[in-house]
């Protein structure tokens, strides 16, 4: 299934970018749906209890992005379907051309 990466809200900031995204936990699989309202919208199979829906999001976009964990955390939103994430040493552009060959 394919998706598109027009509209994602992207934010060059000091060290990376950071893009918008909306999780849908308690999914039969991992898998990013698209961009609906500027966000990036997920389905994540963990359920959003102690942490486990943020781990497995950091987790399967980092997986996408083919970077490490560490490369990337949850700067907004922790408890929260909609999120912001920081991506360390990652432009825009990047990031997108990254999501674009995920279709």
């Known amino acids: 299934m394919g998706f598109g990466v027009v509209g994602l809200k992207i934010k060059e900031t000091t060290g990376g970018c950071s893009f918008f995204l909306k999780v849908v936990p308690r999914s039969s699989r991992n898998q990013i749906m698209g961009v609906e309202n500027g966000e990036l919208k997920i389905k994540i199979m963990a359920p959003p209890v102690?942490?486990?829906?943020?781990?497995?999001?950091?987790?399967?976009?980092?997986?996408?992005?083919?970077?490490?964990?560490?490369?990337?955390?949850?700067?907004?939103?922790?408890?929260?379907?909609?999120?912001?994430?920081?991506?360390?040493?990652?432009?825009?552009?990047?990031?997108?051309?990254?999501?674009?060959?995920?279709n």
């Open 50 to 102: 102690e942490g486990a829906a943020n781990e497995a999001v950091v987790e399967f976009v980092a997986r996408c992005l083919k970077i490490s964990k560490s490369s990337l955390f949850v700067a907004k939103g922790e408890r929260s379907r909609h999120k912001v994430i920081q991506v360390l040493e990652m432009g825009s552009r990047e990031l997108l051309e990254k999501l674009k060959k995920q």
